[in-house]
């Protein structure tokens, strides 16, 4: 990279963090409201999300990075899933969320919630767990399992953590498609790109506007399928994955 780029990357860097501080204060408070005041999940659930969508439709396009999201017609009225994404930067986390209509949930590190202000936006709207703590791993399995049962989507990102390699995906995990199977869902896998140009997860303080375009795939059923089946789901939604990013990367 040559110096000019990486300058340039650096006083990027301040603006997506700065515009980061100044919009996420347009929805601290509402989404404080919809966090204490509404008890019902799943409709607190989407009350958040509604202001989330709104903190990412002025603070991405403000950076520059605008989503362009495609198959949402795979979404079927009625039916919930889970979605499954590719994972390469933070930048993720903000693109997945606000793309995926209706009420959902993600999986989410509880760390994240400990930092002031964006940790109540972050908590409201995922299932926090602590990796470490076994009791708590199996806690996070019983409240996705009532997010799916309660009809709203569990996004979950089946490689477990950022793909800091020079591989299209990193191997999946089992936990997504063991969910799905258990719950009987569909899988429906999405498709994220660019967003390790713009926040490398190597690229120490330095950031790039690019669009992200967010794929959704048709969903894949899980109906009639068992635990020992799980190996063959996750075998097949990551080949799916792979051939569409290496097609469209």
């Known amino acids: ?3 000019f780029k990486r300058i340039t990357g650096g006083f990027f860097a301040v603006w997506m963090l700065l515009w980061f501080v100044i919009t996420i204060l347009l929805v601290t408070i509402p989404t404080a409201i919809c966090h204490y005041t509404i008890r019902d999940e799943k409709k607190q659930a989407s009350a958040i ?6 903190w990412m439709g002025v603070y991405l396009p403000g950076v520059f990075c605008p989503i362009r999201r495609k198959g949402l ?7 919930n899933y889970v979605v499954v994404c590719n994972h390469n930067s933070f ?3 903000l693109v997945s969320t606000p793309s995926v209509p209706g009420a959902s949930k993600t999986l989410a590190k509880a760390e994240l919630a400990r930092i002031p202000i964006f940790g109540l936006i972050y908590s409201s709207g995922s299932i926090l767990v602590d990796r470490k703590d076994p009791q708590n791993r199996r806690k996070s399995l019983i409240e996705m399992k009532r997010v799916l049962e309660d009809g709203m989507h569990l996004i979950l990102y089946p490689e477990g953590t950022r793909n800091k390699t020079s591989r299209p995906l990193q191997p999946f995990y089992d936990g997504a498609f063991t969910m799905a199977i258990k719950t009987q ?3 429906l896998p999405a498709v994220i790109f660019h967003t390790k140009e713009i926040l490398p997860a190597k690229g120490g303080f330095y950031a790039w506007p690019h669009s992200v375009p967010i794929h959704f795939l048709e969903p894949i059923p899980t109906k009639g399928l068992k635990s020992e089946d799980v190996e063959k789901l996750k075998d097949r939604v990551y080949q799916i994955m792979l051939e569409h990013y ?4």
């Not at 999300?49 to 709104?54: A, D, E, H, P, T």
């Not at 017609?73 to 039916?79: A, H, M």
């Not at 290496?246 to 990367?249: A, R, S």
Request: proline share 4%.
């Open 1 to 3: 990279m040559n110096i």
């Open 49 to 54: 999300l509604k202001w989330y969508r709104i």
């Open 73 to 79: 017609s795979n979404f079927k009225e009625g039916e």
């Open 91 to 93: 930048v993720d986390i």
């Open 185 to 187: 869902k569909p899988v």
């Open 246 to 249: 290496t097609k469209y990367q």
